[in-house]
Nanobody
Framework: QVQLVESGGGSVQAGGSLRLSCVASAWLYSYRCMAWFRQAPGKEREGVASIYTGGSSTHYVDSVKGRFTISQDNAKRTVYLQMNSLKPEAAAIYYC???????????????????WGQGTQVPVSS
């Protein structure tokens, strides 16, 4: 029913910046959580950032606070992840996901999300 398509990935030097975009083909949820996850080879998928419908509530994994910013344009059905001061440890495939909001749910838990994009590669060179 819903397709999520990520874009904006590409190779960057450590210290550089990228902005990722995720476009949803439709909104099935009047209220929703959109999130970015990432997965490096041999590592578990990690929640990076999340944002709710009105944009008033955002969350970030501690390792990216102050450097990454999640935002959205509801009219365009798009969520963005601005990544600044990239570190080599940020190299991963980045995935977009969406879910209905659930009170008390942990935004970092993969199985809370009903729909996922196919990911966009972000290599970071030193």
């Amino acid at each position: 029913q819903v397709q999520l398509v990520e874009s904006g990935g590409g190779s960057v030097q450590a210290g550089g910046s990228l902005r990722l975009s995720c476009v949803a083909s439709a909104w099935l949820y009047s209220y929703r959580c959109m999130a970015w996850f990432r997965q490096a080879p041999g590592k578990e998928r990690e929640g990076v950032a999340s944002i709710y419908t009105g944009g008033s509530s955002t969350h970030y994994v501690d390792s990216v606070k102050g450097r990454f910013t999640i935002s959205q344009d509801n009219a365009k059905r798009t969520v963005y992840l601005q990544m600044n001061s990239l570190k080599p440890e940020a190299a991963a495939i980045y995935y977009c996901a969406t879910s209905r909001p659930i009170f008390g749910a942990d935004w970092t838990v993969e199985y809370n999300y009903a729909y996922w994009g196919q990911g966009t590669q972000v290599p970071v060179s030193s």
